[in-house]
């Protein structure tokens, strides 16, 4: 008589909750009671069960991120078993996408697959397309229970009926409810009442340190116990933003009342959400900063990445600029750097500029006559703003305009919303020539387009400013209060532009220099002849 080949039976068994694992006899105990049942049965085949066991105890099946499966799996690949027996289909995966790896790894080691209640194997077609009919029909149900599950919860919390998560401070959870822990509520109530005061949630937390407050602690059934530490800027602002404390329920962008008592008053809450909005905006548009960034999250480089602001300098003195952000590891050398004031208001009188000229014909047709004269005065007021308002109300205009502009080689390309027109999404994009210079390691862009015709520069104003007070102060021996803190290498480079030629000084005092002078390249170009002729070559006057 031929002896069978010896085939080595793994039984793999899965169970999606922790639930009931802790009875002696439990359900992964009865899926492997069937399936050795059912190896023994095949004996005469040759079949044995190995002495692993590949047990998955609370592990959902939408996913192969299972230890036992994945123990299953490494084992295959080491040819260390010929059939895998499960007592469903569905215990293995409910994961169409998941099914179709494993079997292509069963093939790839020669490995059968058999299950107990469901009569087939995966050796021909017709089982192959049982077992996907099955595991259809197991990805069904699970989607469908996830969905139920889903429904359960927003239905729930509509109700008022706290569905679980962490137990905020001031709370204790009984009877799947939650109740008001007085000792720990009377803290939540000063932390509210102290950000009132503060109006800071890092002058808050550097408090509430110095007085000793620490965060809840909390015991796992693990035995790990967190908490017990300083409040951080994170867990405050999650703690005054969240609707539990004063009684309601949260579900997506929705707030129901809820079933439990609030710690916080109506009127605390109000009061405290009112002063974080109102932080949140001061924050977003710049105000209450002594040289807020304009351009902060609307400036990019060619390359799509953000052109961030910074700073250097001492703190009597600050030199704002734009630089861009370069990953971990890449050169230094070919970083853009932009001079904040230089660009910020090359951006906005050019986009000034723009909405002060006469409406174009598409705008115009989109709109009837008589509304014509509300959509140039909303354009007039745009302009008004980027020109005249504080720097908060600049960058308040420019985010509502929606702002971005791009730092390419030679130009800075300004996209904004176009203002009045009837499309919601119509855009407009302005191109602004410059130049690049390269003084050290980085790129500064040194603009062409300052301003327009018959519009003067206020820094180069400054600087010839600056440079007959030099003048005079040198001339009479008396301090001019505009220059007299100035280095003497500042003093010297001011003195050679205060005897510029009359019509160069008249130029630039009108808005008529060459586009590509500021106040930077004037300031640094070394050697001004004193012949007025040969000033205006230099500096291109002709």
């Known amino acids: 008589m031929l002896e069978r080949k010896r085939r080595r039976c793994a039984i793999y068994t899965r169970k999606s909750t922790e639930e009931g694992l802790e009875q002696g006899f439990n359900s992964l105990d009865a899926q492997g009671d069937a399936c050795a049942a059912y190896i023994l049965s095949q004996t005469h085949e040759g079949w044995e069960a190995i002495g692993e066991h590949y047990d998955d105890g609370g592990w959902s099946g939408g996913n192969m991120d299972r230890p036992a499966l994945k123990q299953l799996l490494a084992d295959i690949a080491a040819g260390k078993i010929d059939t895998v027996v499960v007592y469903k289909v569905d215990r293995l995966t409910r994961s169409l996408a998941d099914f179709a790896k494993i079997v292509e790894l069963f093939d790839q080691h020669q490995v059968t697959f ?47 009926i706290w569905m679980g998560g962490t137990v905020p401070l001031g709370y204790r959870v009984a009877d799947r409810k939650l109740h008001i822990v007085e000792d720990e509520a009377k803290i939540v109530r000063h932390i ?219 130009t800075l390309s300004i996209s904004i919303d176009e203002v009045g027109a009837t499309e919601p999404e119509a855009r407009k994009t302005i191109e602004v020539p410059h130049d690049i210079d390269k003084p050290g390691h980085d790129k500064a862009i040194i603009p062409a387009a300052l301003t327009a015709a018959g519009q003067a520069d206020p820094t180069l104003l400054k600087l010839i400013a600056h440079a007959h007070a030099a003048q005079r102060m040198l001339l009479s021996g008396k301090d001019e209060p505009t220059v007299s803190g100035f280095s003497k290498r500042h003093l010297y480079r001011l003195l050679h532009l205060s005897w510029l030629a009359p019509d160069i ?38």
């Open 192 to 410: 509210f009442e102290r950000y009132c005061a503060l109006q800071s949630v890092a002058d808050l937390a550097d408090e509430l340190a110095r007085d000793g407050y620490r965060t809840k602690e909390r015991t796992y059934r693990t035995g790990q116990v967190i908490g017990g530490i300083p409040f951080g800027k994170g867990a405050l602002g999650h703690m005054l933003n969240n609707p539990i404390l004063v009684g309601r329920i949260k579900h997506k962008d929705k707030i129901y009342e809820g079933e439990h008592d609030g710690i916080v008053s109506v009127e605390l809450w109000d009061r405290v959400q009112a002063t974080l909005d109102a932080n949140r905006r001061k924050k977003k548009l710049g105000t209450g900063k002594k040289d807020p960034s304009l351009l902060a999250g609307m400036l990019f480089d060619k390359e799509g990445r953000p052109i961030s602001p910074s700073h250097t300098g001492k703190a009597d003195r600050r030199y704002r600029y734009y630089r861009s952000s370069i990953a971990s590891g890449e050169p230094r050398k070919g970083r853009l750097t932009v001079a904040a004031g230089e660009i910020e208001r090359i951006v906005c009188d050019v986009i000034a500029q723009d909405l002060a000229a006469p409406i174009s014909e598409e705008i115009a047709a989109g709109h009837f006559v008589s509304r014509l004269w509300e959509v140039e005065a909303e354009r007039k007021r745009f302009a008004t703003v980027l020109t005249e308002a504080p720097a908060p109300g600049k960058r308040e205009a420019l985010i509502a305009i929606h702002a971005k502009i791009v730092v390419e080689n030679t």
């Open 114 to 160: 058999v299950s107990v209640t469901q009569a087939f194997n995966t050796t021909d077609s017709m089982g192959r397309l049982t077992l996907n009919v099955l595991l259809s029909f197991a990805q069904f149900e699970r989607e469908v229970t996830a969905e139920r599950i889903r429904d359960k919860v927003a239905a729930s919390k509509k109700k008022g």
């Open 505 to 542: 000084t008249a130029a630039i005092v009108e808005g008529r220099h060459p586009r590509h002078l500021n106040a930077r390249k004037l300031l640094r170009t070394n050697g001004i002849p004193l012949e007025w002729e040969a000033q205006r070559q230099m500096l291109g006057f002709h």
